[in-house]
């Protein structure tokens, strides 16, 4: 009874001033002797029946013993009930003591030898006397042998020591409810609400609303029935939201894009979220993705990387987009509303050949650049270009300087065919995919066939008289594209190579 001994209250006694103290009526004495009675009955009838059967004038003695025994036997079965059920307490202390008050009935008897006086009584927690007839008070005087006993009414209460959950969302997550009862004793849990159910102490987290759970103690010999209490939460549906952690990038070394999908929430059972995709880019064409559709958040986790792998394509589109957008569904809440957007850049730049043609003489390379940019066949979108010459300060190789051509870029024409990309070095590896301009022959380079700067270059294309400049053909996929021959810088008139900055 281990709720019972955290719930006693007390009892002391001492010495008696003089018998009958307040003149209180002393109980009865405890009725212990009547358990050795039934023995003594049982013997008393059993040798009486035997003299009732032989003969020799034993009946009557075997009727006395019997009626004895039997009389006996009544006597003790009166009290061995009483005395099972109740706690039997000593005061065997002449001096005095105090023992405890147990929650259940006892009986307190004076084995002490002496005259002894009831000092105070102090009833165990919550609960009250039902005040029997030989009730233990105040100054009560017990002669020796003489007993007194308590029995009490004892209430409880109920609290939760579990903290009720703020983040319950509907889908099969669970939470441990707990609570405890003053008495000790054990306590129940259920609930009527619809978003959710109690299975022992598990509460499972079934739809969206409010989920009320009732504690209840039944009570028990001791205790009453506890009033009951209740545990609220609301139960909802968990939030989704969508954010951009990266943008991509096309180029012979593309780079993946990428989105994160959070939810909030218990995050005990998988999530799967459905979103659409959109934005300029487009599946299979420019990226791929694991699912166009659906994506699932894992249990125990709360967020999910979507990948977009980035394409490498022969399409010149500098700039694009993947937009994704959540959709609506009945096991979450969109909390991001309207399309997220990934921008996929693209280093394409285009290169063109001149429409004008001009002797070696350009104005040194700044000339060169802004007969580029004044050319009727530059582009009309604002772009920047530069004459794709060596010489005159600037060069591919060894060492780049002031160089027109980048780094893993894709060069197209304004038509967007794709002509060549670069790799780690700033040139073009040959066969071209496509002639810079197939209906074009000699323009001027400046290049040997290893990107070095020829020795011949126009005086650095600023001088036309007796000098000389390398050229190449526009129309050519091979390395002749840049290098065939030198020419003279002032009989001739070539068209440039223009490449966008």
């Not at 010495?15 to 009675?37: H, N, Q």
């Not at 079965?77 to 002449?94: C, F, G, T, Y």
């Not at 007839?133 to 004892?154: I, M, P, Q």
């Not at 074009?440 to 400049?469: I, K, P, Q, Y």
Request: glycine residues 10%; aromatic residues 6%.
């Amino acid at each position: 009874m281990s709720a019972i001994a955290q719930t006693t209250g007390t009892l002391t006694y001492g010495p008696s001033a003089g018998a009958g103290g307040s003149g209180a009526t002393p109980a009865e004495p405890v009725p212990i002797p009547s358990l050795f009675l039934l023995p003594l009955a049982v013997a008393l009838a059993f040798f009486g029946y035997r003299a009732l059967r032989k003969q020799g004038g034993r009946q009557l003695l075997g009727a006395v013993l019997l009626a004895s025994g039997v009389s006996l036997g009544g006597i003790s079965s009166l009290h061995i009930q009483d005395a099972i059920a109740q706690m039997m307490i000593e005061l065997n202390q002449p001096n005095g003591g105090t023992v405890d008050i147990p929650v259940s009935d006892a009986i307190y008897t004076n084995t002490s030898g002496v005259a002894l006086q009831i000092g105070t009584v102090t009833a165990p927690p919550s609960c009250a006397t039902s005040a029997p007839a030989d009730e233990c008070v105040t100054d009560l005087t017990l002669e020796n042998g003489e007993s007194c006993s308590t029995v009490y009414d004892c209430t409880q209460t109920i609290s939760f020591t579990s903290t009720a959950p703020t983040d319950a969302t509907a889908g099969g997550a669970t939470y441990d409810v707990a609570a405890t009862a003053t008495s000790g004793l054990a306590v129940t849990f259920s609930t009527t609400s619809a978003a959710c159910s109690v299975s022992g102490s598990t509460v499972t987290f079934d739809a969206v609303g409010d989920c009320v759970i009732n504690a209840d103690q039944a009570g028990d010999a001791n205790f009453s029935v506890a009033p009951q209490v209740q545990q609220s939460f609301s139960v909802a549906l968990p939030v989704v939201t969508v954010t951009k952690t990266a943008d991509g990038a096309e180029g012979m070394m593309p780079t993946d894009a990428s989105f994160t999908l959070t939810r909030t929430g218990d995050t005990t059972n998988p999530l799967t979220v459905t979103y659409a995709l959109s934005g300029t880019a487009t599946v299979v064409n420019d990226y791929t993705v694991a699912s166009e559709a659906t994506i699932e958040i894992p249990a125990s986790h709360s967020s999910v990387d979507l990948p977009i792998t980035v394409l490498d394509d022969e399409v010149y589109d500098p700039s694009e987009t993947v937009e994704v957008t959540l959709s609506a569904n009945t096991a979450y809440t969109v909390g991001t509303v309207g399309a997220v957007v990934a921008e996929i850049t693209a280093p394409d730049k285009r290169l063109f050949v001149t429409r004008s043609g001009y002797v070696g003489g350009l104005g040194g390379i700044a000339g060169a650049d802004a007969k580029c940019n004044a050319d009727a066949n530059k582009p009309s979108d604002g772009g920047t270009y530069k004459a794709m010459l060596a010489g005159g300060g600037r060069s591919a190789a060894p060492t780049p300087s002031d160089w027109v051509l980048a780094a893993d870029t894709k060069y197209f024409r304004p038509s967007g065919v794709y002509i060549a990309g670069t790799g780690p070095y700033v040139v073009f590896s040959f066969p071209l995919v496509s002639a810079v301009d197939p209906g074009v022959g000699r323009v001027w380079t400046g290049l040997l066939n290893n990107w070095t700067a020829a020795g011949s270059t126009c005086d650095g294309w600023s001088g036309e008289t007796l000098v000389d400049g390398f050229y190449g053909l526009a129309s050519r996929l091979d390395i002749l594209a840049i290098s065939i021959g030198a020419s003279s810088c002032s009989g001739a008139q070539y068209p440039l190579y223009c490449v966008e900055q």
